[in-house]
Every structure is written in C-alpha cells, then in structure tokens.
C-alpha cells in the first residue's frame, strides 16, 4: 500500500487528485457518449419544461419539481456526486478528508460555511433527512470543468431502521458512486445497509478502513471473509477496497529524564488504491454515469409527479362527474316536458365533456363533444337506450300524473314523485357512466388504445356498480327535492 507524501506536500497531492480527477471525467472523446448525454440533456430539459402543471397542482408538489429541476442542473453542470455509508465510527469524515487532502469535514453543525484553500472552492451545507438526522454535502470546483459532490451521511446505527432506508434511497438515487465503510468484519445492520443500496442499481466501492489497527494476518483474514462469505452475492472482489485514512502510527520517544513512552500521531493517509479505484470507474463511464444517474433518478420524480397529478385529477374529475350526474337527475325530476328532459340531459353531458377535457387539458370543441357523446352513447348500447325509453315513457306518465294530481285531490303526487325519482335515477346513472368513459379516454391522452371504444367502455361499465350508485342518487335527490318542489 502507497502512502501518501506528508503535510508539507499535501496541497501539491491534493492538487494532482483534481486534476486527474478532471482528466478522468472529462476526457471522453466518443462522439457516441456525446451524442448519448446530449439527448438525456434534452430529454430531461423537456421534462422540466413541460409538466403540464395547473397553478393548483403544482402546489404541493414543489419538492418533486426542485429535484428535477435540480438532476437538470446536475447534468448540465456535469456533477459527479460520491456518497459515503457507514456506522459511526468507520471513519467516513477521515477518509472524505484523506480523498481531498483537506479537513473538510468535521464533527459539528456546519451549515452554509465556504472555505477558500488555494484554488480550491468548498461550500460545505446540512440536509436534513426524516425528523432529525443531516447528511453533510460537500461541493469542489476545481479550475478545469470538473464538479465533484461529496456528501457524507449520518451513521447507520444513529438512525431507525426505517429513516436508514429512507436516507439510503434519497442519497443513493442522486449518487453516481457510493463509498461503503467498514473497519472489520461486517455486522448485520451493515449487510442489510448494502444490500438496500445495491438495489439502487449504482456502482459501490465497499472500503476496509482503518486496516492501520490489524495486524498483515489479521487484516488479510477479515478481508477474505468479508468476499467470499459477507458480500459474495453483493459485490465483486474489485469492488473491495482497503484503507487507512488516518491511521495512527506509533513512535518512541525518550523524555527528559531518560525514560521511554509510546507518542501517538496521525500518519500519512493510505487513500491510493480507493482514489485509482475511483479514477478508473470515471474513465470507464463517468459521463455515460452521469447521464444515466440522472436519468433514472429524473425518471422517479417523474412518476412521482406524473401520479400525484393524476390523483389530483382524479378527484377533480369524481366531483366534476358527480356534480353533473346530480344536475342532471335534478333537472329531469323537476321538468315534467318529455322533449326539455332529453335535450336538457343531453346538454349536461356535453358540458361534463368539455370541463373533463379542460381538466385534463385536452383542447375540446363542442362539435368534438357532441361527437365523442355519439361514440360513448353507441358503446353504451342498453345503458343509453334504456334512459331514451325512460324518459320517452316515464316522462309521459310523470306529466299525467301531474295533470292529474287536481282530479285525484292530491293522490297522485306520491306516484308522480316516485317515477320522478325513478326518471332522474337512470338518467343520472347515465351521466355517471359517460363521465368515467370520458375520464378514462382523457386520461390515457385522448385515445381508446389497442382495445378500441366499446371494449374500454364495457370494462368500465363492468366495474360501476349500478344499484350503489342509483341509491345513492335517489338518497341525495330526496334531501334535494320534495313533493311542493315537484309540484311548482
């Protein structure tokens, strides 16, 4: 193991790193990885710039905006972000400050502070994470074009196991490689810690630090266990790497008056191979990394953002839906003229058309309405026959019965009220149902897909249950309206 030079040459040490750090990500002379992260550019560039948000969807949804405007920053920047894990006391900070050949990171709350060394800019910042627990991030810019985020996170027994899951899936998502730490055989906390960061699909270094307290043997024997018993399925043998980032070397003094003791110091970091390892993955894919990271990671807060929208649609839409299948049953109730109920009810459900396609933000004409109302009513088959019979035939009766209520001395108002609440039930039911049909064929972006109308339209109808939702129209027309109502 190569140790590295001294105080009095770390400034030219650490000066080397960044510029091979520099040379390793942006030496990519491959028109085809160019092209490549050119277009995840402007994919993720078009994503931002078309959500499709309305004022009122995009509250709440602030934090999943910033993150993506954020990977955009990131890509366009081309910041390569490195993630150090570990349980307390594995030596996360030491080995950061070994990497950069700065004390950077230290023990206590640091927010918002920069640190000018030689050319070397550092912003040091806090992120909080569930109710309590900081990852500390660091962000280098060095002269040339490079950027390197190093984020150090809160040990993994300092944290529940559920804010340890969170943590490990909020940082590894934004990371492009993740930094393990061990200094020993691993525990189970550990093995279940990387197991969940594997799943994040990234590249890790597992890192035997402070292999400085074992003796060769000792050190050699851990480490074989650790790769053919700890990680086997986890990690391969290259993506272990051992370490010492401050190491403590240990030197005989003699004191003043002759006798001898033990003086303890910090050594020269032992940092080379972990820095070659990091240096050949930027090599073999740092820029393709780069773009592929934030791409995925894009393509999360997209989901993210793309449901919460739905759902807030969704609910829109219900209240669109039911709003306008209560207008209609009322309409029809009160209206005791055969041609009026149709008309009006047809009226309805053209308007419902046009506010979903507004909702959804699909342009819409009346013209276009009146035809997707066509289609849907031909699909519908029984459904919208049966209301055409219903109100041909119920309305008739209904104005008999009204015609009629002076003659009887009042005895036909009950029946006059039932086949009203009858008439508004199927009528309703009707509206309903074309609401959903409508929904559904917004929502998938106004088209039926490989299944054609009347299949969508049958499968949703399937799934309405008819006698919940005419009960409910029936209960709610009867807090609505009464026999005096129906008789003005």
């Known amino acids: 193991m190569t140790l590295l030079p001294n105080s009095d040459q770390t400034s030219s040490t650490s000066q080397v790193w960044e510029e091979e750090m520099d040379k390793a990500i942006f030496s990519f ?11 995840a550019q402007t994919a993720l560039r078009n994503l931002v710039s078309k959500l499709d948000l309305t004022p009122t969807e995009q509250q709440g949804l602030e934090s999943e905006i910033n993150d993506l405007e954020a990977m955009l920053s990131k890509l366009e920047r081309m910041v390569v972000q490195i993630a150090a894990f570990g349980m307390v006391g594995r030596g996360k900070s030491s080995l950061l400050n070994a ?6 990171f230290e023990t206590g709350p640091l927010h918002g502070v920069t640190r000018n060394a030689q050319s070397v800019n550092w912003t040091i910042s806090e992120e909080t994470y569930g109710n309590s627990e900081r990852a500390l991030r660091v962000r280098l810019q060095s002269g040339g074009q490079s950027q390197v985020e190093l984020i150090d996170t809160p040990g993994l027994d300092e944290v529940d196991g559920e804010t340890r899951a969170a943590l490990a899936q909020n940082i590894a998502k934004q990371a492009d490689l993740i930094l393990f730490l061990i200094s020993g055989d691993m525990t189970k906390v550990e093995h279940e810690a990387l197991s969940q960061l594997r799943d994040a699909g990234k590249p890790i270094l597992l890192v035997f630090n402070k292999i400085d307290q074992y003796p060769q043997a000792d050190r050699m024997a851990i480490y074989e266990k650790i790769r053919d018993e700890r990680v086997r399925e986890l990690l391969s043998p290259d993506e272990i790497v051992m370490s ?3 190491p403590v070397v240990r030197k005989l003094v003699q004191n003043p008056d002759g006798t001898r003791r033990v003086q303890l110091r910090t050594g020269s970091a032992q940092v080379e191979e972990l820095k070659l390892k990091i240096l050949e993955i930027l090599h073999r894919e740092g820029k393709a990394l780069v773009a592929l990271n934030s791409m995925i990671y894009a393509d999360v ?3 993210q953002i793309v449901q919460r929208k739905l759902a807030i649609r969704e609910t829109a839409a219900k209240n669109l839906i039911w709003r306008a299948t209560m207008t209609k049953a009322v309409a029809i109730a009160l209206n005791p003229v055969t041609v009026v109920d149709i008309l009006s009810g047809a009226i309805i459900d053209i308007v419902l058309i046009l506010g979903l396609s507004k909702l959804y933000g699909i342009p819409m004409t009346e013209t276009g309405a009146v035809k997707l109302l066509q289609k849907i009513a031909l699909g519908m088959g029984g459904i919208s026959a049966s209301e055409l019979i219903a109100n041909l035939g119920l309305s008739s009766l209904k104005t008999l019965l009204g015609i009629s209520a002076p ?9 006059y009220a039932s086949v009203a609440i ?11 149902a074309i609401g959903h049909v409508t929904q ?8 039926w897909g490989n299944d054609g109308p009347k299949f969508v339209i049958n499968k949703i109808l ?19 309206i009464n026999l005096k109502r129906l008789l003005k």
């Open 99 to 104: 990497l950069v050949g700065q004390n950077v």
């Open 440 to 447: 559904t064929y917004l929502a998938n972006g106004a088209t």
């Open 462 to 480: 399937e799934n309405l249950d008819e006698t919940s939702i005419l009960n409910r129209i029936k209960d709610e027309l009867q807090t609505k």
């Open 29 to 39: 002379d491959e028109i085809q990885t160019e092209l490549n992260y050119r277009q």
């Open 301 to 303: 807060v997209n989901e």
């Open 422 to 432: 009858t008439q508004a039930g199927v009528a309703g039911f009707s509206t309903y």
């Open 244 to 246: 010492a980032a401050s």
């Open 407 to 415: 003659a009887t001395g009042g005895l036909s108002l009950g029946a």
